[in-house]
């Protein structure tokens, strides 16, 4: 058996504007998977990286330790990251681990890619 | 496992056993969500003591075991009344007695990845008590009520 | 259950046990459920393993131990390589050993309540078989394929 | 803790016509409850009675029972039965045990209802 579940993740490449949509739960099977697909996606990336959850009902702390180190190699090669469309149960993970003020975090994808703001 | 001289655990309402791989997180978080709610939990509830089970378990799996897949890790949960109903949920293994004192939350005012899990667990449920098991292993017996005191008592069955 | 000359089963992937009270029923579907989909088996598939032992349980509750609330069920869910990977559960009680003769399913063309539990378990899984257990009580082992044979229809395990 | 669990179901009387709506899975923790409100119900109705089980995700053959028997005491009472919006699921519980035949089942509340078919 697999000790790990696959992650499927939809990724919408614009100028300057990476979008990626991952789906399904973010927990400690499948946050590895989803790790090493972020990290080989922001190589190439440059200005904005936006994270829509909309896809995903259910995230525990290996996926908050996923999107923290993306934060930190977003910060270290000068990219800015969004998150956006987090389900209640998905923010309420954030919150208690008191990150819901680190991150930039955006209710609409329209506000999360809108480079202007 | 010959230790047949460890006096069993007297059976939970519901007991689970399964190996040290996270693969098994969904069904285990699946079937808690659900015990909860007929157990009359609010939803909300439910799923927070979800990710506190989730991340014990994590925790098991990768310091109790260290990553190894082939520990045992069991879950012994019931409702107790205690001051009204309450769901007790108990985790075992089998891994070292690790010093009590090594498992705490850090602090959070640091961001870095990792070490949120102690706290999840410690801000979710009312009671957390970590112990060493007899014939080896660590205990993690954690209580959080049942009742939600909403004034409106019914809940809406979902599927 | 002062039994411990009985040589005790080896753990499954996942082990669950219960008392035999309906109100269990929705944790374990679910946990089932998400357990299937992670093991890769197709949603309607899963839905139906889920029927299967929903019905079994149901007859354990009802038949195995006579509607007594304090027996105690446990499940035994692994995954094997057998012409392909396959689901393998056990249900196992502490009731009476029946007589395997009468577990069986009726004449479906006659309409009325009851009756169809043992019809539904054979028409989902794709072995099932009744047998007694050292100790005393009944043991179901019933099997199924986890690939999706995407060619939709029936799931007979070809070779 | 209780061995039952509560069965929610919404009643709409019309004349000549019942509509209920069971809202939740019936398996054997929750039939029980769902009989007993079903007997209840249609001591007192006349013409025709809609079970609407859009509501309804999950139902094993306990529910099927409640159901059959509902059906006959339907026929002696000289009531119609229709069933109406079952999830495919549901569905496919009726077709195993060959008794998608026998029920009168609908896809729509509209159909179930009219009376004029
Ligand atoms: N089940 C366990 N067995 C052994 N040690 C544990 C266990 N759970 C937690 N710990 C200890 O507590 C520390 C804090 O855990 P946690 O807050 O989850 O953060 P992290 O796991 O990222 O270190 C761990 O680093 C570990 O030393
Ligand atoms: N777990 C069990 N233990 C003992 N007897 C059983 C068990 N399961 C089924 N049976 C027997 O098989 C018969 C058929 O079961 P089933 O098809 O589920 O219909 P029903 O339960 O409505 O009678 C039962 O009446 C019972 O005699």
Redesign the interface.
């Known amino acids: 058996?697999?000790?790990?579940?696959p992650m499927t993740m939809a990724v919408d490449r614009q100028d300057n504007l990476l979008i990626v949509r991952p789906e399904g739960?973010i927990?400690?099977?499948s946050s590895p998977g989803l790790r090493a697909q972020l990290r080989e996606l922001i190589a190439s990336a440059s200005g904005r990286i936006v994270v829509d959850l909309e896809g995903v009902p259910?995230m525990?702390?290996?996926g908050?330790?996923?999107l923290?180190?993306l934060?930190?190699s977003c910060r270290r090669d000068q990219l800015e990251l969004v998150l956006c469309r987090l389900s209640?149960?998905v923010l309420?993970?954030f919150q208690?681990?008191?990150?819901d003020g680190?991150f930039t975090i955006s209710e609409s994808l329209e506000s999360a890619t809108d480079t202007n703001t | 496992m010959a230790t047949p001289e460890i006096t069993p655990e007297p059976p939970a309402d519901l007991n689970v056993a399964f190996y040290s791989r996270p693969i098994y997180l969904s069904a285990i978080r699946h079937m808690l969500d659900a015990f909860c709610e007929r157990m009359g939990m609010d939803p909300n509830q439910s799923a927070r003591v979800c990710l506190a089970v989730d991340e014990a378990i994590c925790n098991v799996i990768r310091h109790g075991y260290g990553g190894d897949p082939n520990g045992r890790i069991e879950l012994a949960i019931s409702r107790l009344e205690e001051n009204g109903p309450t769901l007790q949920i108990d985790i075992l293994d089998r891994a070292a007695c690790v010093d009590l004192d090594t498992i705490r939350s850090r602090d959070l005012e640091e961001v870095r990845p990792g070490g949120l899990g102690v706290h999840i667990i410690q801000e979710i449920m009312t009671e957390v008590e970590y112990s060493h098991r007899e014939g080896g292993g660590m205990r993690l017996r954690m209580r959080h009520p049942l009742a939600t005191d909403k004034s409106e008592g019914s809940s809406k069955p979902n599927g």
Chains 1, 4 share one sequence.
């Open positions: 058996m697999d000790e790990q579940a739960d927990d400690l099977a259910y525990d702390s290996s908050v330790a996923t923290v180190e934060l930190q209640e149960r309420s993970v208690i681990a008191r990150l680190v």
